[in-house]
T-cell receptor
Framework: AQSVTQLGSHVSVSEGALVLLRCNYS??????LFWYVQYPNQGLQLLLK??????LVKGINGFEAEFKKSETSFHLTKPSAHMSDAAEYFC????????????FGTGTRLLVSP | EAGVAQSPRYKIIEKRQSVAFWCNPI?????LYWYQQILGQGPKLLIQ????????DSQLPKDRFSAERLKGVDSTLKIQPAKLEDSAVYLC??????????????FGPGTRLTVL
């Protein structure tokens, strides 16, 4: 079985500051890991995903995440926050076999102040 | 390319009434998903179709929820009768279905259901 824990339901940063959103996973098999972003009244959009290969994954809008097996973590970072980054971010895990079944965390709302 | 379409966008009903949601996936996408997103929580998978066959419905409350995907394209999700705890956003997503579990899921804007 898979599960995801996102630490911090809300994260506040100033524009231009580092963004760090935390995600820890639990999986009985090697995981595939995903970060999605949700803007108000919109569906989820894939930011990036880790399946195999390089553990540092680069996504859209300047975001990246690093898969650390020893720490069971997949934290999302961005060097410099923009006002447009304000949204809800969801980490998700899926087993690496069979059909894709995403298990989502509870989400972290990112607030960006000028 | 058109995205995943859902209707209606908003629905308010009273408990014990029935309601149906419609989803039109991206053209050519074989896999279709329905998720329930309760306020303050992440989306939870209700049912997954591969073409018009059900792959996973283990978390679908089958005593009141039903879903179908006719001809492997559009899908409808129905709730009958609705309960207060069904208030949520219902998201539809689709994926190509050829990349196994590395596929990217594309989400629609969702239907916000309020049960009074």
């Amino acid at each position: 079985a898979q599960s995801v824990t996102q630490l911090g339901s809300h994260v506040s940063v100033s524009e231009g500051a580092l963004v760090l959103l935390r995600c820890n996973y639990s999986s009985s098999v090697p995981p595939y890991l995903f970060w999605y972003v949700q803007y108000p009244n919109q569906g989820l959009q894939l930011l990036l995903k880790y399946t195999t290969g390089a553990t540092l994954v680069k996504g859209i809008n300047g975001f990246e995440a690093e898969f650390k097996k020893s720490e069971t973590s997949f934290h999302l970072t961005k060097p410099s926050a923009h006002m447009s980054d304000a949204a809800e971010y969801f980490c998700a895990v899926s087993a690496n076999t069979g059909f894709q079944k995403l298990v989502f965390g509870t989400g972290t709302r990112l607030l960006v102040s000028p | 390319e058109a995205g995943v379409a859902q209707s209606p966008r908003y629905k308010i009903i009273e408990k014990r009434q029935s309601v149906a949601f419609w989803c039109n996936p991206i053209s050519g996408h074989a896999t279709l998903y329905w998720y329930q997103q309760i306020l303050g929580q992440g989306p939870k998978l209700l049912i997954q179709f591969q073409n018009n066959g059900v792959v996973d419905d283990s978390q679908l409350p089958k005593d009141r929820f039903s879903a179908e995907r006719l001809k492997g394209v559009d899908s409808t999700l129905k709730i009958q009768p609705a309960k207060l705890e069904d208030s949520a956003v219902y998201l539809c997503a689709s994926s190509l279905g050829t990349g196994g579990n590395t596929d990217t899921q594309y989400f629609g804007p969702g239907t916000r259901l309020t049960v009074l």
